[in-house]
């Protein structure tokens, strides 16, 4: 039987209601756009460049995966990949605006038209949308069965183990108005036995899915690649990232890519100027950047 003082410290003096009411503010880093209601608050059109693709996004985790899977198809020689991304400031509350809702009723970037059809195609969630890209262009998705259901294991394991990493341990260790250990505790564990899978995946493998380099590393990268170089909520030393030794082999080899170093640069507002482009409308913004390219051509 556990002592109770150690029982005391992880038991939270809040009771919760019978129901739920929205009364006060939610406080952290985020609190300003978080309700507990969907939809549209203002009337903002979004709007469209002279790509088939348009984009609405932000260098988040989610939104790179698309931009370096677009990158990625352009660099193979896919012109139909070519695309506008529009950045989407989700701090200050464009997610809800009624053009972005339209195409995402979520309000999550990133969020997808695709005009190449008789009617335009919207896509969104950042796995929907890279499978539809692969899809599309028939690029990093493998044909065998048996190689195609393994990357798909693990694009939907990304999408299903992310939010324990950004919305439990990044919240609660870099984001919360308050420091609650029994919460950082939960989530670092977790964090710490998803880098394990990844690192013994890795161990025997040159890329998520195998020997092919595909829409599954694409989506997992962003956020554990990152988190493993030490790049994320600061984290490094508390994880203690250096021991995923094959995580971090796999990282580094994947953002030498030249379409990775494109795609993570798109729609980033942090960070050395250099890393940032805030739009991207044509493959000469990534050499003809300046100042004024940094501002987005929407404001």
């Known amino acids: 039987m556990s002592d109770t003082s150690d029982t005391a410290q992880v038991l939270s003096p809040y009771a919760p209601p019978k129901v739920w009411t929205w009364n006060k503010p939610s406080g952290g880093r985020f609190a300003n756009i978080n309700r507990p209601v969907a939809g549209a608050t203002h009337e903002q059109e979004l709007p469209k460049g002279k790509h088939p693709l348009q984009l609405y996004s932000l260098g988040t ?25 529009w950045l989407i400031r989700i701090s200050e509350g464009m997610q809800f605006g009624s053009g972005f809702v339209g195409v995402n ?43 195609r259901t393994e990357c798909m294991s693990w694009l ?29 505790d939960r989530f670092a564990m977790e964090a710490k036995r998803e880098l394990d899978v990844l690192n013994q995946r890795l161990a025997n493998n040159r890329f998520i899915g195998g020997d092919d380099y595909t829409i599954a590393d694409m989506s997992i990268w962003p956020w554990y690649g990152s988190l493993a170089k030490g790049e994320r909520y600061d984290s490094g030393e508390f994880l203690q990232v250096h021991e995923y030794t094959h ?53």
């Not at 939907?156 to 420091?179: D, E, I, N, R, T």
């Open 105 to 147: 009723p979520n309000s999550k970037i990133p969020a997808l038209l695709d005009y190449s059809g008789p009617e335009p195609q919207r896509v969104f969630e950042s796995g929907s949308i890279l499978f539809y890209l692969a899809e599309k262009f028939k690029a990093f998705l493998p044909t065998d069965l048996a190689k």
């Open 156 to 184: 939907f394991w990304q999408m299903g183990s992310a939010p324990y990493l950004g919305g439990g341990f990044g919240h609660f260790y870099a984001y919360a108005p308050v420091k609650i250990e029994y919460a950082i």
């Open 247 to 299: 995580v971090i082999r796999w990282a580094n080899e994947i953002e030498e890519r030249p379409a990775v170093k494109r795609g993570r640069m798109v729609n980033r507002v942090m960070g050395p100027l250099d890393t940032q482009l805030h739009e991207r409308h044509d493959a000469s913004d990534f050499l003809n950047r300046t100042q004024d390219k940094l501002q987005p051509k929407s404001a």
């Open 61 to 85: 985790p989610n939104g790179i995966k698309v931009t370096v899977m677009l990158e990625e198809l352009l660099e193979l020689g896919h012109s139909g990949a070519e695309y506008d991304a």
